[in-house]
């Protein structure tokens, strides 16, 4: 069985401030590990994903995520945010082949101006 | 361009009715799933299929039933039987194995009176 655990509901932080989102995953195989956004009233978009090789994932709008498999950890970060980065993100893992995709409950990001 | 398209955006049924919520997809990717968003739950799997005219119950099938008679469509029908039914549902697909992310749909908000 696989689980991911997004430890905080909401992270509030001022426009152009560093933000991490922190996401920890329990599995007994190897996994495939994503994180989504998701704006208002919209689908989720994919915004990286680590399937294999370096540690540090660079995904869009400059975000980036490191894989630490020591402390089953997939934590998302941007040095700088901006207004329209506020939004859902979800975490969410995979044990690959059509096994399915476990997600987090999500972590709300609120940039104040 | 390419993508998966759920419709209608909203929609409203009375207590007791059963509705179908469209999902079209013009990626050619053989993977389908659908999803129910509540707010502090994340993502819950209904129902996915990996190839036409077969799928699988996810964790919470009951009072929910869909088909896969082409590649492409994978309408999922909230029936009755459906304690909770007010929720936004999420249409996905995939193609390969495990090494992909998700498409998302824009998502269907149902809301039943």
């Known amino acids: 069985a696989q689980s991911v655990t997004q430890l905080d509901s909401q992270v509030p932080v001022f426009e152009e401030a560093p933000v991490e989102l922190r996401c920890n995953y329990s599995?007994?195989?190897?996994?495939?590990l994503f994180w989504y956004v998701q704006y208002p009233n919209q689908g989720l978009q994919l915004l990286l994903k680590?399937?294999?090789?370096?540690?540090l994932v660079k995904g869009i709008n400059g975000f980036e995520a490191e894989f630490n498999k020591s402390q089953t950890s997939f934590h998302l970060r941007k040095p700088s945010v901006h207004i329209s980065d506020t939004a859902e993100y979800f975490c969410?893992?995979?044990?690959?082949?059509?096994?399915?995709?476990?997600f987090g409950i999500g972590t709300k990001l609120q940039v104040i101006p | 361009d390419g993508g998966i398209t759920q419709s209608p955006k909203y929609l409203f049924r009375k207590e007791g009715q059963n509705v179908t919520l469209s999902c079209e997809q013009n990626?050619?990717?053989?993977?389908m799933y659908w999803y129910r968003q509540d707010p502090g739950q994340g993502l819950r799997l209904i129902y996915y299929?990996?190839?036409?005219?077969?799928?699988q119950k996810g964790d919470i099938a009951e009072g929910y039933s869909v088909s896969r008679e082409k590649k492409e469509s994978f309408p999922l029908t909230v029936t009755s039987a459906q304690k909770n039914p007010t929720a936004f549902y999420l249409c996905?697909?995939?193609?390969?194995?495990?090494?992909?992310?998700?498409?998302f749909g824009s998502g269907t908000r149902l809301t039943v009176v």
């Open positions: 996905a697909s995939r193609d390969g194995q495990g090494g992909y992310g998700y498409t």
């Open positions: 599995s007994s195989v190897s996994v495939y």
């Open positions: 680590y399937l294999s090789g370096s540690t």
């Open positions: 969410a893992v995979s044990q690959g082949g059509y096994q399915k995709v476990t």
């Open positions: 990626l050619n990717h053989d993977a």
């Open positions: 299929s990996q190839i036409v005219n077969d799928f």
